[in-house]
């Protein structure tokens, strides 16, 4: 459930916005949106600011993670589910995603840790302890289901935490037993543990980036 409250936006917020714009707001025209608890929606010319609160059962999300799809609209990650929101010529359109335990292509998961839209256009979440899930689409882009890639098809772990694109289509995935590397068509997956190098096997949520150079940065217990 989405609930909204506009507001005349403040010389504070205007510059709580300005201050940290690179690290909290992303820009989508006519509007930018920033993302925590609850997140908000302005104008480029900051004359006002609409707050969005995800709910559930009366209380408000915590939102782990957001991905801007130009097909769909927006996907939010929290800790008790995956939202949809589209703005729309009618109005803002919303739904909700969440594992049901009687229900093979519901989410594996409903603490979301991690999103990403590949160059394939497929939308890939990562949950903590469902693994990762494929988003499946039917014609019209609309969402049939999600196919599950867990513990039981190969990954070291159910936790993943970060997901990123390589230029060959490789994901890579850190997680609480290391890196997975994984190829979508193939489904091939190498992992990398402290044994390979790493610094140590237990990663954390909104710890990596892309780097323009190729290069991934994860962040784990130890750096």
């Known amino acids: 459930m989405l609930s909204t409250v506009t507001n005349a936006i403040t010389p504070a ?11 909290s707001v992303i820009y989508f025209a006519p509007y930018f949106w920033a993302f925590n ?5 302005t ?13 559930k059962d009366g209380s408000s999300l915590n939102i782990n993670t957001l991905l801007y799809d130009t097909l769909s609209g927006f996907r939010i990650g ?10 729309e010529e009618n109005g803002r359109q919303d739904h909700s ?21 590949d160059k394939q256009q497929n939308i890939w979440v ?12 039917d014609a019209n882009r609309k969402v049939e289901g999600f196919q599950r890639i867990t513990e039981q098809e190969g990954l070291p772990n159910n936790a993943i935490y970060s997901i990123l694109e ?19 068509i193939s489904t091939i997956m190498h992992h990398f543990n402290m044994e390979d190098g790493l610094s140590a096997n237990n990663f954390r949520k ?5 780097l323009e150079n190729g290069y991934f940065i994860m962040g784990g217990l130890m750096g």
């Open 78 to 87: 929290t800790r008790d589910g995956l939202f949809l929101l589209k703005e």
């Open 43 to 55: 104008s480029f010319e900051y004359e006002k600011i609409d707050r969005l609160r995800l709910k």
């Open 97 to 117: 995603f969440y594992f049901e335990s009687k229900n093979e292509k519901s989410i594996g998961n409903n603490q979301i840790f991690s999103l990403l839209k």
């Open 166 to 184: 390589d230029e060959n289509g490789f994901l890579w995935m850190s997680t609480d037993e290391g890196i997975v590397q994984y190829h979508p």
């Open 13 to 23: 917020i205007k510059a709580l916005a300005n201050r940290y714009i690179n690290i």
């Open 206 to 210: 909104s710890s990596y980036m892309a």
């Open 126 to 137: 990562g949950t903590f302890g469902g693994g990762l899930n494929k988003v499946l689409f």
């Open 37 to 41: 608890r609850p997140w908000y929606k």
